[in-house]
């Protein structure tokens, strides 16, 4: 009877304004930070900087409340931020995941039936435990009335000494904070609440000053020159898109499992690029990024999507351009060329990328560019992205909480995978074969990104790229013609070998393919094309 009676009680707890604050500052620190606590003690000169350091957290997240824990909306923002803390927090302690912009970006722009793969039955007890519950205690809990003006001095004297005291440890240890700040930025990304407030802020700037206006041009001198044999041929590039495949487990590089064993039977007639860099760590920026003409450095994620990309240029000079999407859109890219979505449910197998493929080419019979976006890769739900049929590493990771697998069922499972996209490559090659006649076939494969696998604790893509590791970096690139087509086109393949181990990147594709398409223009820059080299033309 007792417990019920204080359960009907209309508050728990009577407290001050600034005590309130207070508490929930401590709270929101304590108890959302373990992976920030464990890095920031890792990385600190000293156990005093670390004990001052979390005192100056304290003190700025307090700041924060006193700013925006007003009545009388204070504890609906305060609840409100509970239970978005609660959700971060389960992504981030199951995937190791950091908090920026461009995670943010990426989680925005991926759709329904990409995104519900992550989540799972457990979100639901993170969110009861570390978002419902200090919830009804804000609830319950009476924050005192105090006179408006009153209360804004106070909120303010509290601002400037809370601030004026984060100044002073600052400044008296300035050169070691300094140079902590500037050597360990991810750090932000990792706490809570701070780093989806930055994510958010940093977005909103982006969008705001977002570039608009009429299209902007960028090859408006392009034509197409037909330097390759039997000038009649038409020509035809199949780039095929990879998601999330990286270079460490393309079995075509070395790797120890033979993970590409399906395109074994073609490899002399495959350049395979052992080290290859991606733009970015995720689909939003480097998709747009691999077919844009400006390269990583000066690539700008906002501006592209009102500049002329690969597609265009290829279009403008007369090439039949067709994209097929089996992933969560095209970033923008294909925006002004035919596309199609052969699935029509919510998960499709890459296979269906290759069906009706030929007989469409054979009836247009015109030169074509034809871009295949696979969903590859795409984690944490690895298993179903193959087929039972292409389960060959065994035993294999089948849940989408990578935290409760052991490290050789997420690599097995991941390696199936790549099994996988092998399997598809190889299956479209032999259908690029009987084009041969009536085309000159070149195949193109990268992949926009690569993948943690839970080295180090991380898994998954999107880490900010300063600071990424490799496995998310490196990709897969290899490029497939037959002889036929080689000799056509005036590549001489014994030279090709001195440079597949050079370094190479997503820079390489824009300007590899005008080479391929035969399209001449000033932009083009032949030490960019990773053919170039080794083109026995005197036209191109």
Same mark, same amino acid.
């Given at each position: 009877?007792? $417990?019920?009676?204080?359960?009907?009680?209309?508050?728990?707890?009577?407290?001050?304004? +600034?005590?309130?604050?207070?508490?929930?500052?401590?709270?929101?620190?304590?108890?959302?930070?373990?992976?920030?606590?464990?890095?920031?003690?890792?990385?600190?000169?000293?156990?005093?900087?670390?004990?001052?350091?979390?005192?100056?957290?304290? &003190?700025?997240?307090?700041?924060?409340?006193?700013?925006?824990?007003?009545?009388?909306?204070?504890?609906?923002?305060?609840?409100?931020?509970?239970?978005?803390?609660?959700?971060?927090?389960?992504?981030?302690?199951?995937?190791?995941?950091?908090?920026?912009?461009?995670?943010?970006?990426?989680?925005?722009?991926?759709?329904?039936?990409?995104?519900?793969?992550?989540?799972?039955?457990?979100?639901?007890?993170?969110?009861?435990?570390?978002?419902?519950?200090? $919830?009804?205690?804000?609830?319950?809990?009476?924050?005192?009335?105090?006179?408006?003006?009153?209360?804004?001095?106070?909120?303010? &004297?509290?601002?400037?000494?809370?601030?004026?005291? /984060?100044?002073?440890?600052?400044?008296?240890?300035?050169?070691?904070?300094?140079?902590?700040?500037?050597?360990?930025?991810?750090?932000?990304?990792?706490?809570?609440? /701070?780093?989806? +407030?930055? @994510?958010?802020?940093?977005?909103?700037?982006?969008?705001?000053?977002?570039?608009?206006?009429?299209?902007?041009?960028?090859?408006?001198?392009?034509?197409?020159?037909?330097?390759?044999?039997?000038?009649?041929?038409?020509?035809?590039?199949?780039?095929?898109?990879?998601?999330?495949?990286? @270079?460490?487990?393309?079995?075509?590089?070395?790797?120890?499992?033979?993970?590409?064993?399906?395109?074994?039977?073609?490899?002399?007639?495959?350049?395979?690029?052992?080290?290859?860099?991606?733009?970015?760590?995720?689909?939003?920026?480097?998709?747009?990024?691999?077919?844009?003409?400006?390269?990583?450095?000066?690539?700008?994620?906002?501006?592209?999507?009102?500049?002329?990309?690969?597609?265009?240029?290829?279009?403008? /000079?007369?090439?039949?351009?067709?994209?097929?999407?089996?992933?969560?859109?095209?970033?923008?890219?294909?925006?002004? /060329?035919?596309?199609?979505?052969?699935?029509?449910?919510?998960?499709?197998?890459?296979?269906?990328?290759?069906?009706?493929?030929?007989?469409?080419?054979?009836?247009?019979?015109?030169?074509?560019?034809?871009?295949?976006?696979?969903?590859?890769?795409?984690?944490?739900?690895?298993?179903?992205?193959?087929?039972?049929?292409?389960?060959?590493?065994?035993? @294999?990771?089948?849940?989408?909480?990578?935290?409760?697998?052991?490290?050789?069922?997420?690599?097995?499972?991941?390696?199936?995978?790549?099994?996988?996209?092998?399997?598809?490559?190889?299956?479209?090659?032999?259908?690029?074969?009987?084009?041969?006649?009536?085309?000159?076939?070149?195949?193109?494969?990268?992949?926009?990104?690569?993948?943690?696998?839970?080295?180090?604790?991380?898994?998954?893509?999107?880490?900010?790229?300063?600071?990424?590791?490799?496995?998310?970096?490196?990709?897969?690139?290899?490029?497939?013609?037959?002889?036929?087509?080689?000799?056509?086109?005036?590549?001489?393949?014994?030279?090709?070998?001195?440079?597949?181990?050079?370094?190479?990147?997503?820079?390489?594709?824009?300007?590899?393919?005008?080479?391929?398409?035969?399209?001449?223009?000033?932009?083009?820059?032949?030490?960019?094309?990773?053919?170039?080299?080794?083109?026995?033309?005197?036209?191109?």
């Amino acid at each position: 009877m007792r $417990s019920d009676n204080i359960l009907k009680q209309k508050y728990w707890f009577s407290v001050s304004p +600034f005590r309130f604050n207070l508490i929930y500052a401590a709270a929101m620190l304590l108890i959302y930070n373990p992976l920030f606590f464990r890095k920031f003690y890792e990385v600190s000169p000293s156990a005093m900087f670390f004990v001052g350091g979390l005192f100056c957290m304290l &003190l700025l997240l307090n700041v924060a409340a006193n700013i925006l824990l007003f009545r009388p909306i204070a504890k609906c923002v305060a609840i409100l931020l509970l239970l978005i803390n609660a959700a971060v927090y389960y992504f981030m302690i199951t995937y190791n995941i950091s908090i920026d912009k461009v995670m943010l970006l990426n989680l925005l722009e991926t759709d329904w039936n990409e995104a519900k793969e992550t989540f799972s039955y457990s979100i639901l007890a993170y969110v009861a435990f570390l978002g419902i519950l200090p $919830s009804i205690l804000v609830y319950k809990t009476e924050i005192l009335s105090r006179n408006w003006v009153s209360e804004l001095c106070r909120r303010s &004297l509290t601002i400037v000494l809370s601030l004026m005291l /984060v100044a002073g440890l600052v400044f008296a240890n300035f050169k070691t904070t300094a140079q902590f700040m500037r050597n360990n930025k991810p750090l932000k990304y990792l706490l809570i609440p /701070v780093n989806y +407030f930055g @994510a958010v802020i940093s977005l909103t700037k982006i969008k705001l000053t977002e570039v608009k206006g009429p299209l902007e041009v960028v090859a408006d001198d392009a034509f197409m020159i037909r330097y390759w044999d039997n000038p009649s041929k038409k020509n035809l590039l199949v780039i095929v898109v990879g998601e999330t495949a990286r @270079a460490q487990n393309w079995g075509l590089n070395g790797y120890e499992v033979d993970t590409t064993a399906p395109l074994n039977q073609y490899k002399n007639e495959i350049f395979n690029f052992t080290d290859v860099k991606a733009c970015g760590t995720s689909t939003e920026i480097s998709l747009p990024c691999m077919f844009a003409l400006e390269g990583q450095h000066d690539f700008n994620r906002w501006k592209a999507k009102r500049r002329e990309n690969l597609l265009d240029v290829a279009k403008a /000079v007369g090439y039949e351009v067709l994209w097929r999407n089996n992933n969560s859109g095209c970033k923008g890219v294909c925006d002004r /060329v035919e596309t199609e979505t052969p699935c029509k449910t919510s998960n499709c197998h890459d296979e269906i990328l290759n069906e009706n493929l030929i007989s469409r080419l054979m009836n247009t019979h015109e030169d074509s560019l034809v871009v295949l976006h696979q969903k590859g890769s795409h984690g944490p739900t690895y298993y179903l992205r193959y087929p039972q049929s292409a389960e060959i590493y065994k035993p @294999a990771c089948k849940t989408e909480r990578l935290d409760k697998c052991s490290d050789e069922e997420i690599v097995n499972v991941y390696n199936n995978t790549i099994y996988y996209t092998a399997q598809n490559l190889a299956n479209l090659i032999e259908q690029l074969r009987t084009l041969s006649d009536i085309y000159n076939v070149t195949m193109i494969y990268m992949s926009d990104h690569g993948e943690s696998l839970g080295e180090n604790g991380i898994y998954l893509h999107a880490a900010p790229y300063r600071f990424a590791p490799e496995g998310q970096v490196k990709v897969p690139f290899m490029i497939w013609m037959d002889n036929q087509t080689a000799e056509n086109l005036k590549i001489n393949r014994a030279c090709m070998a001195k440079y597949l181990n050079k370094p190479h990147s997503h820079d390489n594709l824009f300007h590899t393919a005008l080479g391929i398409l035969g399209v001449s223009t000033a932009v083009y820059q032949p030490d960019l094309d990773v053919l170039a080299l080794c083109r026995e033309s005197e036209k191109f």
